[in-house]
């Protein structure tokens, strides 16, 4: 049984996937990518497209989780939790936020995730898709 904390943890490591990481390993070695795979049990890594610390890149690099010493985070996460608020001050009551699954219920009928409008059609998705564009085009800024 894993803690809240462990939890958290893997939770934050997950969120990571498909995101721009620098990983330095044990052996001195760094490598910058898109982090495609992550085994929660053993934290190996799969980045796709990695450079080296000589620039080459490598289509996949596969690293033992023993050998993982930092991962570092290059963009900053999607705000679902922001964009949950926003869609509460048009929606009340009627947001639902599942920031462990990514995506956010609105109305029981419509799910956004940070790509956008993924479920639901009619005017409340249209609704949502305006609300969701408009707070896109202010954190681009």
């Not at 943890?9 to 990481?21: H, S």
């Not at 990514?102 to 940070?114: Q, S």
Request: a negative charge; glycine letters at 8%; aromatic letters at 8%.
């Amino acid at each position: 049984m894993l803690s809240i904390a462990q939890r958290k943890f893997f939770t934050e490591v997950a969120a990571l996937v498909e995101t721009n990481v620098i990983v330095a390993t044990t052996t001195g070695k760094t490598y910058s990518g898109t982090l495609i795979g992550v085994n929660p049990d053993t934290l190996s890594l799969c980045l796709s497209e990695a450079k080296d610390e000589e620039g080459k890149t490598l289509h996949r690099v596969f690293l033992n989780g023993n050998v993982v010493a930092q991962i570092f985070s290059v963009e900053k996460p999607f705000d679902l939790k922001a964009l949950a608020d926003r869609l509460e001050k048009v929606f009340p009551t009627m947001v639902r936020l599942y920031e462990e699954n990514g995506f956010i219920w609105v109305m029981n009928k419509v799910k956004v995730t940070e790509k956008g409008v993924v479920d639901g059609s009619g005017p409340a998705a249209e609704r949502v898709e305006r609300v969701y564009e408009h707070f896109m085009s202010e954190i681009k800024g």
